[in-house]
């Protein structure tokens, strides 16, 4: 395993994914696909900075990782659907068998700019629900004390997109100074913090992905289907 690209890693205590462990011998064997969304535009964005020390660990894993940058996003209902940076950002949500949802804490909250992503990406696309079974993980950076308030906020919006959340989450306190002038994180017990939750959502993605057909089939839709489900909560009022 190479780690040329992980400077903070203990080569003998990291670990490769046990496929075989979560999974059984006709599952799917591709790599599991993770899409990272962060919360900031700023030139120097602790968020993706973040984002990006999770996705080379994530890729270590043996994981496809795509990065969407959120810049150019127009704030829902501003725009149509068909927006080329909003048609993107749903394409990869489709593409995706997991997710890292990573914000700043602004005014005890995450930032508009993620829940602005989070709110682009329907629950149906064309029949299709781009969220429901696939795995999560939450973590936030904030410029003060350590704060949960993001990641529990997070946690919320992924129950509502009927995601699986991982039980692990990182939370950075004080970010400006827990990265280098290059943007590398750099090694404490939050670096490996980090390191532990892009490992279990790694481990989650393997074990649930072929199994979440099935986990969220429901009683409720098999007895009415969506369509008309959608007629009735969308019905017009007299």
């Given at each position: 395993m190479n780690f040329h690209d992980?400077?903070?890693?203990?080569?003998?205590?990291?670990?490769p994914i046990d496929i075989?462990?979560?999974?059984?011998?006709?599952?799917?064997?591709?790599?599991?696909?993770?899409?990272?969304?962060?919360?900031?535009?700023?030139?120097?964005?602790?968020?993706?900075?973040?984002?990006?020390?999770?996705?080379?660990?994530?890729?270590?894993?043996?994981?496809?990782?795509?990065?969407?940058?959120?810049?150019?996003?127009?704030?829902?209902?501003?725009?149509?659907?068909?927006?080329?940076?909003?048609q993107v950002l749903r394409e990869l949500a489709t593409w995706s068998e997991g997710m890292v949802w990573i914000s700043p804490e602004r005014h005890g909250a995450m930032t508009g700019i993620m829940k602005a992503q989070i709110d682009w990406i329907p629950l149906s696309l064309g029949g299709v629900?781009?969220?429901?079974?696939?795995?999560?993980?939450?973590?936030?950076?904030?410029?003060?004390?350590?704060?949960?308030?993001a990641v529990n906020q997070l946690r919320v919006l992924g129950r509502w997109m009927r995601m699986v959340t991982i039980p692990n989450q990182s939370s950075v306190p004080k970010a400006f100074g827990e990265f280098d002038d290059n943007g590398r994180m750099k090694d404490s017990p939050l670096y490996r913090r980090v390191v532990d939750v892009c490992e279990e959502l790694?481990?989650?993605?393997?074990?649930?992905?072929?199994?979440?057909?099935?986990?969220?089939?429901?009683?409720s839709e098999r007895v009415e289907s969506a369509e008309e489900t959608s007629r009735r909560v969308n019905q017009v009022a007299h």
């Open positions: 992980l400077p903070h890693i203990d080569p003998e205590s990291l670990q075989d462990t979560l999974v059984g011998p006709n599952n799917s064997r591709h790599a599991p696909r993770i899409l990272i969304l962060y919360g900031s535009l700023r030139s120097r964005s602790y968020s993706r900075f973040l984002a990006e020390e999770a996705a080379r660990l994530l890729r270590w894993f043996g994981c496809e990782v795509q990065l969407f940058d959120p810049s150019g996003l127009p704030l829902p209902d501003d725009a149509e659907a068909d927006h080329p940076r909003v629900r781009p969220t429901q079974g696939k795995t999560l993980a939450v973590m936030e950076v904030s410029g003060g004390s350590q704060s949960f308030n790694a481990k989650f993605t393997w074990l649930m992905r072929d199994r979440a057909e099935y986990l969220t089939d429901r009683y």
